[in-house]
């Protein structure tokens, strides 16, 4: 059984910031790429960011320049700093890993039940 908890949503005025933490859990034989994802009211769910388990990353181009995704391979975590924040970045963010659980087992993505990210104006 794998876990992803999210964790640092919350309410900021725009031009603020925040960290997003996920951390994954449970059977965990390789963790592969892992992802933000972000869904507001009404739109359907987008990818904000990437990253592969090299550290290669990839951004949508309505946050380049503002976040910065990382992670720790030996913590299976995935963090996504949000600097500027605008009204538009309002949405819940969800945190998606494509692991495999064992050798015999082929990958799958996963994801967490997301944080509420609010950005006043």
């Known amino acids: 059984q794998v876990q992803l908890v999210e964790s640092g949503g919350g309410l900021v005025q725009a031009g603020g910031s925040l960290r997003l933490s996920c951390r994954t859990s449970g059977n965990l034989f390789l963790v592969n790429d892992m992802a933000w994802y972000r869904q507001a009211a009404g739109k359907q769910r987008e990818l904000v960011t990437s990253i592969t388990r090299g550290g290669g990353e990839n951004y949508a181009d309505s946050v380049k320049g503002r976040f910065t995704v990382s992670r720790d391979n030996a913590k299976n975590t995935v963090y996504l700093q949000m600097n500027s924040l605008k009204p538009e970045d309002t949405a819940v963010y969800y945190c998606?890993?494509?692991?495999?659980?064992?050798?015999?087992?082929?990958?799958?993505?996963?994801w967490g039940q997301g944080t509420q990210v609010f950005v006043s104006s």
């Open positions: 998606n890993a494509n692991i495999m659980t064992s050798i015999a087992v082929m990958a799958k993505d996963y």
